[in-house]
């Protein structure tokens, strides 16, 4: 009554490196984003509702923020950090001002690079990193949607 001849074709290696490249463009995108944001809100930002001016000082910590990432057929992984040592202190704050609420409790001295000691009970977070990502989940998602497009 009917004949049908049918052809198939396995497209799945084409999709697969297609859906890789794409992926590959976005975390290069989504990790400079997330660079230049925590590089911004390292400058600048909000603690407790008041205005913090920042912890720049050198430069040193906001330079050394990068990003790299990697991209395998299961997954995409964007790093975004610095190797600065003192960073975390930055990132999560310090004494009583810890995010977790560990920090120590009773104040010391530190010295700057002037010679000037100071007494200090901490430092407070600034999440320059943790900002930058949960600020800016829509730009992000938009910025893969639109990639996904192309």
Not at 21 to 36: C, D, I, M, P, Y
Not at 55 to 78: F, K, L, M, W
Not at 115 to 131: A, D, F, K, V
Not at 143 to 148: E, G, L, S
């Amino acid at each position: 009554m009917f004949d049908f001849d049918f052809k198939f074709t396995d497209n799945t290696q084409k999709i697969l490196e297609e859906f890789e490249r794409k992926a590959g463009k976005f975390a290069e995108q989504a990790g400079s984003f997330l660079e230049a944001q925590a590089k911004k809100n390292i400058t600048e930002f909000t603690y407790q509702g008041k205005n913090h001016p920042g912890y720049v000082d050198t430069g040193r910590a906001r330079a050394s923020i990068t990003h790299t990432y990697t991209v395998s057929e299961n997954e995409t992984i964007i790093y975004t950090g610095s190797n600065v040592s003192y960073f975390v202190w930055l990132e999560i704050g310090s004494g009583i001002y810890a995010s977790d609420g560990k920090g120590r409790k009773s104040p010391w001295y530190y010295t700057d690079r002037n010679g000037n000691t100071y007494q200090t009970r901490g430092i407070r977070p600034s999440h320059s990193l943790q900002r930058a990502i949960t600020d800016n989940i829509g730009t992000l998602k938009t910025m893969w949607v639109d990639i996904m497009k192309e």
